[in-house]
């Protein structure tokens, strides 16, 4: 079974940029895997980002972005802030009805 | 105005059946397009998509769960229903539905979750 990878953990400076990338075990994330992206704070249900891997979820910053590089998806976050701190998670459609979820990125905003 | 809400046993047995309603307001379960999935996440650990039923009744299951999963709709009620037979303490989680809308297969709209505990 084809797994969805994350790195565990990021760490960026406040007003600092990151990206978080979201890939798979066997082959190339593209536009018709429609990435995903999820944001989630301790104790609370996960908030849409990015969907069809650039489009942001109405209400979200500009300062997060999605886009495709090289053979995976990605997040990128432009100026990061102190509430940034969450876990973030990605999503990738697999096929015949499939959706399959990424581990997770821990990121730190110290 | 979308909403979404779990409800369900806080507390269920090894072995037991469980069983896990989403109560849905704001659109119908049955409007073409409209999907609904149940994702949950163990205690410190990643999301793990478990189910969708779509507003035609087609269903689709997790790979590794597809045997022990059951998903359905109650469209006078408007709700989506999950079964998940022989738990195990592994099946601690919260568990939330989630909207999907149309072909983009993203989650518009999730519920608050219910945290379901296994006891052995």
């Known amino acids: 079974q084809t797994v969805v990878t994350q790195e565990p953990s990021f760490s960026v400076s406040p007003g600092g940029t990151v990206t978080v990338t979201c890939g798979l075990s066997?082959?190339?994330?593209?536009?018709?895997?429609?990435p995903s992206w999820y944001q989630q704070t301790p104790g609370q249900a996960p908030r849409t980002l990015i969907y069809?891997?650039?489009i942001r979820s109405s209400g979200v910053p500009d300062r997060f972005s999605g886009s495709i590089l090289g053979n995976k998806a990605a997040l990128t976050i432009t100026g990061a802030q102190a509430d940034d701190e969450s876990d973030y998670y990605c999503?990738?459609?697999?096929?015949?009805?499939?959706?399959?979820f990424g581990g997770g990125t821990k990121l730190t905003v110290l | 105005q979308v909403t979404l809400k779990e409800s369900g046993p806080a507390l269920v047995k090894l072995t037991q059946t469980l069983t896990l309603t989403c109560t849905c307001s704001?659109?119908?379960?049955?409007?073409?397009?409209?999907?609904v999935s149940w994702i949950r996440q163990a205690p410190g650990k990643a999301l793990e998509w478990l189910a969708r039923?779509?507003?035609?009744?087609?269903?689709f299951y997790s790979t590794s769960l597809k045997t022990r999963l059951t998903i359905s709709k109650d469209t006078s009620k408007n709700q989506v229903v999950l079964t998940m037979t022989n738990l195990d303490p592994v099946d601690t989680a919260t568990y939330y539905c989630?909207?999907?809308?149309?072909?983009?297969?993203?989650?518009?709209?999730w519920g608050q979750g219910t945290l379901v505990t296994v006891s052995s």
């Open positions: 989630a909207r999907t809308r149309g072909y983009n297969y993203y989650f518009d709209y």
């Open positions: 704001g659109f119908s379960v049955s409007t073409s397009e409209m999907r």
């Open positions: 039923i779509d507003w035609d009744d087609d269903k």
């Open positions: 066997s082959g190339s994330v593209s536009i018709s895997n429609y």
């Open positions: 069809s891997t650039d």
């Open positions: 999503v990738l459609y697999m096929g015949s009805g499939i959706v399959v």
